[in-house]
């Protein structure tokens, strides 16, 4: 490998504001901001969504209807449209 053109690989802590989780990932990301966590100083990043706090891994997501968008539209509407 060359040396001088890699990023700097190394172990980050992502903090995810709305789950407050943290997460240990090796990343290449740029940081001078740094956090103790468990009795060791790390790079600090922090995150607005993570696994922890998206809608699609933690289940809270909204589901709809089966019929799909159209079949929405005329239940509503649909009334409103037809008399005229």
Do not use: C
């Amino acid at each position: 490998m060359k040396t001088g053109i890699h990023p700097n690989y190394r172990t980050v802590v992502f903090h995810d504001l709305s789950a407050n989780t943290y997460f240990k990932v090796g990343s290449t990301i740029n940081t001078d901001r740094t956090i103790e966590l468990d009795g060791e100083n790390w790079p600090y990043v922090t995150i607005d969504v993570s696994s922890a706090s998206h809608p699609y891994y933690t289940g809270k997501q909204k589901e709809f209807s089966k019929e799909g968008s159209t079949a929405r539209f005329q239940q509503r509407f649909g009334r409103f449209l037809g008399s005229k």
